[in-house]
């Protein structure tokens, strides 16, 4: 959601520029826009539309010089139109900023600068206004000084990037609850909102705290606190490179990270076990957790804190600790659960999931629970990330990047870090022996080949897609661990295809939804061999008795009764473990709505009005 990068120190500023948002069109954007800064004045170019709309403007008025900052605008306050879009410039031409998030109070901030002109209606213009107000405060124009002042104004989430004509090398920003980080590489200084804007310049970054601001230039970055005391950034090494975040021959960046799952589930599950010291059984550590065992011993409710794909996650995380650790599981849209007064102790265990780990939402859920002295472990796939490092403890999924706004191979290794978090706690309280945690990490270690096994199945998805590409309506439903699959399913094809579907517990059938049933509807039911198997079954007669169109996914243990009653039978293999069933369930599903979706002309990877990273609330 919106993407900021910022270079100083490099003759082609505005072509690193390009490059880096082009790396950032996965987040989400309606337009973009960058300025430079060449000492005499600031030159500024920003279209409604995609980056290409933007780069035929540069062809036509070329911009050169050193020192610039580019933005992709997520529209949050006024239309994605030309006036809205970032970068914003005061009255006097003196600064110019770049805005992530959402500056809360800035109508009265607004209103305290008077009669000022207002050049866009966004909440983001009102920064360079006081920025350049400040600097005309100051007796020597200095821009780290002018953002301080301006920062302990503000309220609200953002991230900023300020550039002003006194100061032709420098870029100053100032982080606050939306991501931000620095970097400093061969005589030449970077920002960024995301990693990827800066993996083809270097893999040594800093991530700024809350409250943070860092001046940059061609020597290096400082930074401080907005009294202006140095500290210190999180300084860390990012450990993909960038052909990891390149298509590789596919024709979209989902259809490749669906094809990445086999190995990005093998990598969360690698070197899980560790032999304790003296020798004896091996037991499973995760990645990062400064709790005590004996505090997760005392442990007698946890909260699982997600949002969309990731509360799918979660949802098979509740089945996995409940049924491996003993202990009563909640999940809550994270949006919602700070809003309601939970009952939240040192006894309450919060687990937090979320790909990007900048999802705003969950973050505040996060803090909130760690206000009432809750122990938050964080599931997480971007190592540094606001809310890995708030956390007492954080497993990392080790997805590596994905691009498309669509989550798939992050959604499967959060499915596959709640196995790894129930076995734990599983472990740690006593609930399965060590040898007994082994044994299922060994049948955990079978599901990377099987997955192989469904991507085989894409023909026969691909041809379905074609057949029910046009289908009005879409209703997937399941039972246990096939129902948060239903739902990510359902969720699936409307981020990308948009057309209507819906999921629900298939016991839920008779108490309403079933009306929406007729013929020509098409339902999607989640029916793998298991102990709900039976009433998958029932469920399915019922809406074959008034007329839908049924395709099953089904294992090899249920495609024999599945056909009698599916007008389609995909045939997944018996998963190693049920619980581990949802990693290899979810597949046809995703493939499903990528083809629908592309046989629809549909743009898979930035679906409209979508962002990949949440950062406003």
């Known amino acids: 959601m919106c993407g900021i990068i910022g270079i100083t120190g490099r003759e082609d500023a505005v072509e690193g520029i390009i490059r880096g948002l082009t790396r950032l069109e996965y987040r989400g954007y309606d337009s973009a826009g960058v300025v430079t800064n060449n000492g005499r004045d600031l030159r500024t170019i920003k279209r409604a539309g995609k980056l290409e709309v933007l780069r035929r403007a540069l062809d036509e008025q070329p911009l050169a010089a050193s020192t610039g900052i580019g933005h992709t605008r997520w529209a949050t306050h006024g239309e994605p139109n030309d006036r809205n879009a970032h970068p914003h410039v005061d009255p006097s031409g003196r600064v110019a900023v770049v805005h992530n998030g959402i500056i809360e109070n800035y109508q009265l901030l607004k209103a305290g600068l008077g009669d000022a002109r207002f050049a866009s209606d966004t909440d983001s213009e009102v920064a360079a206004h006081l920025a350049a107000r400040e600097l005309a405060a100051l007796d020597e124009p200095d821009l780290l000084t002018a953002v301080r002042r301006v920062v302990s104004q503000l309220e609200g989430a953002y991230s900023l990037c300020f550039v002003a004509l006194d100061e032709p090398d420098t870029i100053v920003v100032a982080k606050h609850e939306a991501p931000l980080i620095v970097a400093h590489a061969d005589g030449v200084g970077y920002c960024a909102s995301d990693v990827a804007a800066l993996i083809e310049h270097t893999r040594q970054v800093a991530a700024l705290l809350d409250g943070q601001i860092a001046r940059i230039t061609p020597e290096g970055f400082e930074v401080v606190d907005v009294d202006g005391a140095p500290v210190e950034p999180h300084r860390y090494t990012v450990d993909w490179d960038l052909d990891a975040a390149e298509k590789q021959g596919y024709d979209h960046f989902m259809l490749k990270e669906i094809h990445e799952q086999p ?62 650790a003993g202990i009563p599981v909640d999940v809550e849209v994270a949006s919602e659960f700070r809003y309601r007064d939970p009952i939240v102790d040192p006894h309450t265990l919060v687990i937090a999931i979320s790909q990007s780990g900048e999802t705003i939402d969950t973050i505040a859920a996060a803090s909130h629970a760690r206000d009432q002295r809750a122990p938050v472990i964080s599931l997480v796939n971007v190592v540094g990330s606001t809310l890995a490092r708030q956390a007492d403890g954080v497993l990392y999924t080790h997805a590596g990047p994905e691009v498309a706004v669509a989550s798939t191979k992050a959604f499967t290794t959060q499915i596959v870090g709640c196995l790894l978090l129930g076995l734990y706690l599983a472990q740690v309280r006593g609930r399965m022996y060590a040898t007994e945690v082994s044994d299922i990490l060994a049948r955990l270690g079978q599901v990377p080949a099987a997955l192989e096994q469904v991507l085989d199945l894409d023909g026969e998805v691909r041809e379905l897609a074609e057949r029910y590409h046009d289908s009005p309506y879409t209703m997937f439903i399941g039972r246990h661990a096939g129902l948060p699959i239903a739902m990510e399913g359902a969720l699936k094809l409307k981020e990308i295809s948009y057309l209507h579907a819906e999921a629900f517990p298939a016991g839920e059938m008779k108490h309403g939804p079933i009306a929406l049933i007729e013929p020509g509807s098409l339902v999607v039911a989640l029916a793998p061999a298991g102990h709900v198997f039976t009433k998958m079954v029932s469920n399915i007669q019922e809406v074959k008795a008034r007329g839908a169109a049924v395709l099953a996914i089904g294992s090899q243990g249920s495609v024999v009764a599945l056909k009698e009653h599916a007008d389609h039978v995909l045939t997944l293999p018996e998963p190693p473990h049920e619980l581990a069933g949802p990693v290899l369930s979810v597949v046809p599903l995703q493939l499903f709505s990528y083809h629908v979706a592309t046989r629809r002309g549909e743009d898979v990877d930035q679906p409209r009005n979508l962002a990949k990273t949440v950062t406003v609330e």
Not at 265 to 288: K, S
């Open 263 to 324: 190995q990005a589930v093998a990598d969360t599950l690698l070197d899980r076990l560790n032999a304790p010291p003296g020798g004896g059984v091996p037991r499973l550590h995760l990645d990062e957790l400064r709790l005590d065992e004996g505090e997760l011993r005392r442990i007698d409710k946890v909260f699982i804190l997600a949002c969309g794909t990731s509360l799918h996650a979660g949802m098979v995380g509740k089945l996995a600790i409940e049924h491996w």
